[in-house]
């Protein structure tokens, strides 16, 4: 089970005074030092946290992987072309919005054509593309009618319910069942915590998880390196079977 740390909100701390720290090249050191096995960052149309000489500067010095998020604007795919990240995923953007708020609408037409086509750039320069989608089986279905290698399940629903009741992770253990027989590699990600990880990270078809906030809020108390090591930890136990010691 890979864990991609997501340092968005290391650089959304240092936008808040529009100065040069905390440093997400740095964060992103302290994170592979600690067991990560990539590092997230999304580039938004509208610069709120990431910026793009930071996407610069870790396609340089990132020593795992660099996967960048971003949608699927023609001034952000151009950034995404000429750095070349290891991983691009696109993603649904709204400037209203806190955090992205769902999966990739897809349902045929125009939109998905675009899409398509964005993949298929992407995918020319070398560039491995997954597709970050809710967890259903028509949107995995359109997703590997478009060329993706892979699909990100967004688990917001689970999130926000796994402790009422089990249906949302239900729904992404058959999501991720359908993804697996597609012959598309299947990803994780949204609202996963230290509490609600480890049944995402034991479902056997699920091979990369992206975790940022929590990983990020918890820093503030634990440090960046011990923070993601407590999540390494409990991932790594998930995907064994077994409980944390």
């Given at each position: 089970m890979r864990l991609y740390v997501n340092i968005?909100?290391?650089?959304?701390?240092?936008?808040?005074?529009?100065?040069?720290?905390?440093?997400?090249?740095?964060?992103?050191?302290?994170a592979e030092r600690a067991g990560a096995d990539?590092?997230?960052?999304?580039?938004?149309?509208?610069r709120r946290h990431?910026?793009?000489?930071?996407v610069r500067r870790l396609t340089q010095s990132v020593r795992t992987v660099l996967n960048l998020e971003l949608g699927a604007h023609p001034d952000i795919v151009r950034i995404a072309l000429r750095l070349r990240p290891f991983q691009a995923t696109l993603v649904p953007e709204r400037r209203q919005e806190i955090?992205?708020?769902?999966?990739l609408a897809l349902h045929?037409?125009?939109r998905d054509r675009r899409i398509a086509a964005t993949v298929g750039r992407l995918a020319d320069a070398g560039i491995r593309v997954s597709l970050f989608i809710d967890p259903s089986p028509r949107a995995i279905d359109h997703a590997a009618a478009l060329g993706a290698a892979a699909v990100e399940l967004h688990t917001g629903r689970y999130a926000h319910t796994w402790k009422r009741n089990g249906r949302a992770l239900a729904a992404v253990g058959r999501?991720?069942?359908?993804?697996?027989?597609?012959?598309?590699a299947v990803h994780a990600g949204h609202g996963l915590t230290y509490q609600n990880v480890q049944p995402v990270a034991a479902t056997p078809e699920i091979e990369e998880l992206n975790i940022g906030h929590s990983i990020v809020s918890n820093a503030v108390y634990w440090?960046?390196?011990?923070?993601?090591?407590?999540?390494r930890h409990l991932v790594d136990a998930a995907a064994?079977?077994?409980?944390?010691g």
């Open positions: 968005d909100h290391v650089a959304t701390l240092r936008q808040v005074r529009r100065t040069d720290e905390p440093d997400p090249v740095r964060a992103a050191a302290d990539g590092i997230t960052v999304h580039l938004r149309e509208d990431i910026q793009d000489a930071d955090t992205t708020e769902g999966g045929g037409g125009a999501a991720a069942r359908h993804a697996a027989a597609r012959g598309l440090g960046l390196e011990e923070a993601v090591r407590r999540m064994a079977g077994k409980s944390p």
